[in-house]
């Protein structure tokens, strides 16, 4: 079975522009999280959906806005970026929100100059 | 904010030394995860502990939760190359400043074992 698919892997912008990014969960998941994984530092919580709707936000400024589609894929996009939005983007599936493991996809790797 | 410190950040050891890794916070987490994650990748569920004072065991590794579900510990026995790594502790709880139910990550422990 396919595990949890991000694309693109490796993504360079520049300071401005915007971005976004895709996740699909394993079959059967329902609830998308992302992350944000800054060099040397461990994962920050960003966003999780489920059933297409917010369920849980991190702090983080507006820039960044997701949404989940009714196959449960979801987008990540990041408006006016940041030098300091340069960092690893992980997505992460469930089959519910709350209480369950997470399986993290490879993740997406975003250098903005 | 809740926050999940770790110790140490880094740790070189030889193959067939024993290690701990501690993970400590101030706040109570509903449980608390252990991944490890390689360059390129993203983070591999290790074990998930629930109940205070529980200890779960992976073949060489031993996990354990604090009785009050402020800390959790890791311990390699007899470490090989093969456990190189970033291993990261995980709380899941209700994040008083953001309003969220999410997981919190400390920032990890590199982990170097030399043959």
């Known amino acids: 079975d396919a595990g949890v698919t991000q694309s693109p892997t490796h993504l360079i912008k520049t300071r401005g522009q915007h971005v976004t990014l895709r996740c699909s969960p394993i079959?059967?998941?329902?609830?998308v999280s992302w992350y944000q994984q800054v060099l040397g530092q461990g994962p920050q919580f960003i966003f999780q959906?489920?059933?297409?709707?917010?369920?849980g936000r991190g702090n983080f400024p507006d820039r960044f806005s997701a949404r989940q589609f009714p196959n449960y894929s979801s987008e990540l996009n990041v408006n006016a970026l940041l030098l300091g939005d340069s960092a690893l983007y992980l997505c992460a599936s469930s089959p519910r929100p709350l209480q369950e493991t997470q399986y993290f996809g490879p993740g997406t790797r975003l250098l903005v100059l | 904010t809740q926050l999940l410190e770790q110790s140490p950040q880094f740790l070189s050891i030889q193959e067939g030394e024993n290690l701990t890794v501690y993970c400590n916070s101030s706040s109570v987490f509903s449980s608390l995860q252990w991944y490890r994650q390689e360059p390129g990748e993203g983070p591999v569920l290790l074990v998930t502990?629930?109940?205070?004072?529980e200890v779960k065991k992976l073949k060489r590794l031993t996990f354990q939760f604090g009785d009050a579900r402020k800390d959790s510990s890791l311990h390699i026995t007899a470490a090989q190359p093969g456990d190189t790594g970033l291993y990261l502790c995980a709380g899941e709880g209700r994040d008083s400043g953001a309003g969220s139910y999410q997981l919190t990550f400390g920032k990890g422990t590199k982990l170097s074992v030399i043959p």
């Open positions: 502990v629930v109940t205070g004072g």
């Open positions: 079959s059967g998941h329902k609830s």
């Open positions: 959906y489920y059933e297409k709707e917010e369920r």
